[in-house]
Nanobody, 116 residues
Framework: QVHLVESGGGLVQPGGSLKLSCAASGSIFSSNPVVWYRQAPGKQRVLVAVINSRGSTNYADSVKGRFSISRDNAKNTVYLQMNSLKPEDTAVYYC??????????WGQGTQVTVSS
């Protein structure tokens, strides 16, 4: 089973930026869509961004224009560049593979906190 490890989260002020990374233990990204989800305290996990095997991307309305998903197949890594962060972006961010059916177990996620 391929495992995913998310990293790059932290505490940032409103308007700041963070770049999250999602590293896979095997070569699974190149042939599958990769997704970023987030889960805020007390809320359900929601889809934030997706990149398919051809590199096409799609975003939730709440992050469109501020977040950018990209992939480096050679490094088995997918990134989420987050700009103009808002307090409502505070959540644990998770990556996974597959859409609509997710293929892997969830990783530990990475905490993003946007606060002054």
């Amino acid at each position: 089973q391929v495992h995913l490890v998310e990293s790059g989260g932290g505490l940032v002020q409103p308007g700041g930026s963070l770049k999250l990374s999602c590293a896979a233990s095997g070569s699974i990204f190149s042939s599958n869509p990769v997704v970023w989800y987030r889960q805020a305290p007390g809320k359900q996990r929601v889809l934030v961004a997706v990149i398919n095997s051809r590199g096409s991307t799609n975003y939730a309305d709440s992050v469109k224009g501020r977040f950018s998903i990209s992939r480096d197949n050679a490094k088995n890594t997918v990134y989420l560049q987050m700009n103009s962060l808002k307090p409502e972006d505070t959540a644990v961010y998770y990556c996974n593979v597959g859409l609509p059916k997710l293929l892997l177990d969830w990783g530990q996620g990475t905490q993003v906190t946007v606060s002054s």
